[in-house]
């Protein structure tokens, strides 16, 4: 039985079978996993913003998609996963905000979800399921026994993909 690690806001972690990894409240902001079924390695990043590149002095590479989603990658490599075996998953992304007078420049999940499949493309690494969208938030677990990436709601049934 292994335990269950956290991943903050703007945070990421990497861990080993037969640990899982949990992230809380996903809204617009997106908990991106990769995992390697053979070495049963994977790692979560819980990521705000799609772009660093629009402020300066960031100091957090996990608060954005494309620097926090590139970590990651190079802590589950360090931790024994292989490119060619890894595979992502995706949740979040919510537009929590609605309004249909509201454009999609301030609709952050949705941009969230396009940066990372940006960064996992670059990476040639296939995203493999996804549970994004919509107008609510998401609590979800990647099980590192079996990759399983665990998708709970308020008001909704328990999701696995």
Known sequence: MGVTIKVGMADLKVAKAPDSL???????????????????VGGMVHYMLPDSTQLKNNKNIAKFGDTGINE????????????????????????MFGGSGISNVVNVGERNALAAKKALKELGIPLIAEDTGL???????????NGDFVIKAVGKPLKTI
């Open 22 to 40: 949990t992230t809380l409240g996903l809204g617009s902001c997106i908990g991106l996993t990769l995992y390697d079924p053979v070495a049963k």
């Open 72 to 95: 990651l990658y190079k802590q589950v490599i360090k931790q024994g996963a292989q490119k060619r075996r890894l595979v992502a998953k995706i949740a979040g992304g919510a537009k």
């Open 135 to 145: 107008n609510y938030g998401r609590t979800v677990i990647l099980k590192l026994d």
